[in-house]
């Protein structure tokens, strides 16, 4: 979900150290601000390819305010061509997290998907979402679930989709083994039914405190011509956290 191809990374990396560097007044009150930025081999969301099998530039803020509630924005580079949504995606998002127990965390919020350079026509549209998470010891697990009311852009239909993450850090090492598998059933899938699975498996590596390097083999079911936008892929991703 989230970047462009207008420099974003080198835009989110340089306001990223400049929040991180100049807030102690944010920090006095309890805001604390963190940044991101990413270059993967292909963007892909819920399994869909969203930039045409190229690379894609990515890159986010986000704010950690008082009492759990956070606000935050993250872009993407698209491809224009094949998707039509305009060469950029980004996506702003608040809710509120917290540890109800001890290992247990929930999550619920909002968020808007914008395509500031589409063409004619209604392309924005916004998502409901929330999860829990578990862990245990190097190992983590989500369960979430996202929810887009009937919209003019979702051709006034509604869209619904659950999904898993699962995480196992590999002890004594900075390599953690990653899983998904999401069921959507509305708009946004390109089965002839409205009905489909993704899915994902792969595995990361920290470089440092802030890099990360990471490889995932990612699918999903339906087809589209001419460009098949489901078809299997090997995804890889270098990331940075400030």
């Known amino acids: 979900m989230l970047t462009s191809v207008r ?7 340089l306001a990223g150290s400049a929040f991180v560097a100049a807030p102690a007044a944010a920090q006095d009150i309890g805001v604390e601000i963190s940044a991101n930025a990413a270059i993967v081999s292909e963007y892909r969301f819920r399994g869909v390819d969203l930039s045409g099998g190229d690379i894609a530039i990515q890159g986010g803020i986000d704010l950690a305010l008082p009492a759990g509630f956070y606000v935050g924005t993250w872009g993407s580079s698209i491809d224009e061509t094949t998707v039509g949504y305009g060469h950029t995606e980004l996506d702003i998002y608040g809710g509120w997290s917290s540890e109800v127990a001890p290992g247990v965390t929930f999550d619920v919020g909002g968020i808007f998907y914008l395509y ?18 578990f862990e245990a010891g190097p190992a983590g697990l989500t369960l979430g679930v996202a929810y887009a009311p009937k919209q ?6 509604d869209n619904f989709y659950i999904y898993s993450d699962v995480s196992v850090g590999l002890p004594g090492t900075p390599i953690s083994i ?21 899915y994902s498996i792969g595995a990361s590596v920290g470089l440092g405190e802030t890099l990360s390097l990471g490889v995932a083999y990612v699918g999903a079911e339906g087809n589209s011509a001419p460009y098949n936008f489901v078809d299997d892929a090997v995804v890889v991703t270098l990331s940075a956290s400030f």
């Open 7 to 13: 420099s974003l990374m080198a835009a989110t990396v």
């Open 116 to 133: 500031p350079n589409a063409g004619a026509g209604d392309f924005d549209y916004y998502e409901l979402y929330s999860s829990v998470g």
């Open 152 to 157: 003019d852009s979702l051709s006034n239909t």
């Open 178 to 198: 990653d899983g998904h598998l999401g069921y959507t059933d509305g708009f946004l899938t390109y089965t002839a039914n409205s009905k489909a699975w993704d």
